[in-house]
């Protein structure tokens, strides 16, 4: 069975760094994205960074431009989310996320595939 399985979440503070990781097992499955979303309490789930497969171009969210870094590691089908100057506004749980086909990577229906969340606490 397929799965995504995410790890690295915590408690930081303000300022603070961390990385973020989602490993893919369980067999093989087509992929045009594999994204970082994220939802706070109350909030709807957001893109946070996505990471087109075939060519490794990424997209960003507003809030996160130049802060939060994607990338990956094509021979175990990894991506990361590396986390910088992280701030309580990002307080929530990240899920990792694969579409398997083209279109609207944006739109959290889309995506086929889910991992079980890891919690980000930005806090002093």
């Known amino acids: 069975q397929v799965q995504l399985v995410e790890s690295g979440g915590g408690l930081v503070q303000p300022g603070g760094s961390l990385r973020l990781l989602c490993a893919a097992s369980?067999?093989?499955?087509?992929?045009?994205?594999m994204a970082w979303f994220r939802q706070a309490p109350g909030k709807e789930r957001e893109l946070v960074a996505a990471?087109?497969?075939?060519?490794?171009?990424?997209y960003y969210g507003d809030p996160v431009k130049g802060r939060f870094t994607i990338s990956r590691d094509n021979a175990v089908k990894t991506v990361y989310l590396q986390m910088n100057s992280l701030k309580p506004e990002d307080t929530a749980v990240y899920y990792c996320?694969?579409?398997?086909?083209?279109?609207?990577?944006?739109?959290?229906?889309?995506?086929?595939?889910w991992g079980q969340g890891t919690q980000v606490t930005v806090s002093s």
């Open positions: 369980g067999g093989s499955f087509s992929t045009y994205v």
């Open positions: 996320a694969v579409k398997y086909y083209y279109g609207d990577y944006r739109n959290p229906r889309q995506y086929n595939l």
């Open positions: 990471l087109r497969w075939v060519d490794g171009s990424t």
